[in-house]
T-cell receptor, first 117, second 115 residues
């Protein structure tokens, strides 16, 4: 049981390059999320997918796109990277949609550190 | 939308002392308040949570209190140990129907416990 797995762990891009961060979970969670973490800014939600087949913008969606490929996988794409997108990105999943114990407890991946030069 | 303020941003205590981190939220409809701990270089992990129908919850050395009237909640760590050193995040969300809304996080508190 790997939990939430995200790749790559580290990436350096030049301004204008594109890349995709991959995320997969094996906990049969219906909801998945992408957060970015910057010093002093906490965890900010970029995009989320409440259930398979749906995606929605979070707090800071500009410059990103997402794809919910299936129930397990949720990818984040930077079409034209900018230095302001230098950050640590976390994928997370939860069993949102269930109001019992454990509802919306986020399980995070290990993070992906992205540097845009 | 919901806004969560967290204080202090840094906190340094001696081993064995208590530590308190406070958060305020803006939306009175928020009803779920978790706390996540992030050790250096690691992923955030849930350590305790509380729902709005409860005023206090304890788990060994950690406790969370909630004041719905004042819209604030706090994390209390007693008998701190060096392994408590980490960044702590509070969060809030609203549930509607049978579904929980997105978590909105505070900016974090870096706790340092000095031996």
């Amino acid at each position: 049981n790997a939990g939430v797995t995200q790749t790559p762990k580290f990436q350096v891009l030049k301004t204008g390059q594109s890349m995709t961060l991959q995320c997969a979970q094996d906990m049969n969670h219906n909801s998945m999320y992408w957060y970015r973490q910057d010093p002093g800014m906490g965890l900010r939600l970029i995009y989320y997918s409440a259930s398979e087949g749906t995606t929605d913008k979070g707090e800071v969606p500009n410059g990103y796109n997402v794809s919910r490929l299936n129930k397990r996988e949720f990818s984040l794409r930077l079409e034209s990277a900018a230095p302001s997108q230098t950050s640590v990105y976390f994928c997370a999943s939860s069993s949102r949609g269930w109001s019992g114990v454990g509802a919306n407890v986020l399980t995070f991946g290990a993070g992906s550190r992205l540097t845009v030069l | 939308g919901e806004n969560v303020e967290q204080h202090p941003s840094t906190l340094s205590v001696q081993e064995g002392d208590s530590a308190v981190i406070k958060c305020t939220y803006s939306d009175s409809a928020s009803n779920y308040f978790p706390w996540y701990k992030q050790e250096l270089g690691k992923r955030p992990q849930l350590i305790i949570d509380i729902r709005s129908n409860v005023g206090e919850k304890k788990d060994q050395r950690i406790a969370v209190t909630l004041n719905k009237t004042a819209k604030h909640f706090s994390l209390h760590i007693t008998e701190t140990q060096p392994e408590d050193s980490a960044v702590y995040f509070c969060a809030a969300s609203i549930s509607y129907g049978g579904s929980q809304g997105n978590l909105i996080f505070g900016k974090g508190t870096k706790l340092s416990v000095k031996p």
